[in-house]
């Protein structure tokens, strides 16, 4: 079944508008920066950063206020993914081997509507096992990642508080 982009806008705009009433934004404070507040179910998504460690690199998902969302992964070697309107696209940043992540229970705006992840949507690295992060996806509370990777596809990930940790063993 094909969608045209006015019956995907009919579709999904109710569920956006859903999603964005969920993460509600932070109080501003006066000396400090503010991060936006999510309900006890959810939070939103910052940024992501990366940098290169003695035997791994390291990816870090920031992630503002709130209940730690549940994370899923899976890899593949083709770079390939599905939007929610179930078309085929690849990644932007090639590589050998590719992480896909699920944050559910994640968004990346707040309540207002205002824009919380502020990395950009492709973000390629020049470290030996990590060549890129992208957003490929956010949707009914998921927020959808994918790193580019050299040919390990061995990985650790862990949560704390306010972020998600990947690290990507050579």
């Avoid at 009433?21 to 109080?27: D, I, K, R, T, V």
Wanted: net charge positive; hydrophobic share 40%; with cysteine.
């Amino acid at each position: 079944m094909r969608f045209t982009r006015r019956s995907q806008l009919r579709a999904f705009t109710p569920l956006a508008a859903a999603a964005l009433l969920a993460c509600p934004a932070a109080p501003a404070a006066s000396a400090a920066e503010a991060r936006p507040e999510a309900s006890s179910s959810d939070t939103c998504t910052l940024g992501v950063r990366a940098a290169a460690h003695p035997g791994r690199d390291r990816v870090v998902l920031d992630l503002g206020e709130g209940t730690l969302p549940e994370v899923s992964s899976g890899t593949s070697t083709t770079g390939s993914y599905h939007t929610p309107a179930d078309t085929t696209q690849y990644m932007a940043v090639r590589a050998a081997s590719y992480l896909f992540l699920k944050l559910f229970l994640a968004h990346f705006y707040d309540s207002a509507g205002n824009p919380t992840y502020k990395s950009p949507d492709v973000q390629p690295f020049g470290l030996p096992a990590v060549k890129g992060v992208q957003v490929v996806g956010g949707f009914e509370g998921r927020a959808e990642f994918a790193l580019s990777l050299g040919p390990s596809t061995r990985y650790s990930a862990f949560t704390q508080p306010n972020r998600v940790v990947i690290g990507v063993y050579r």
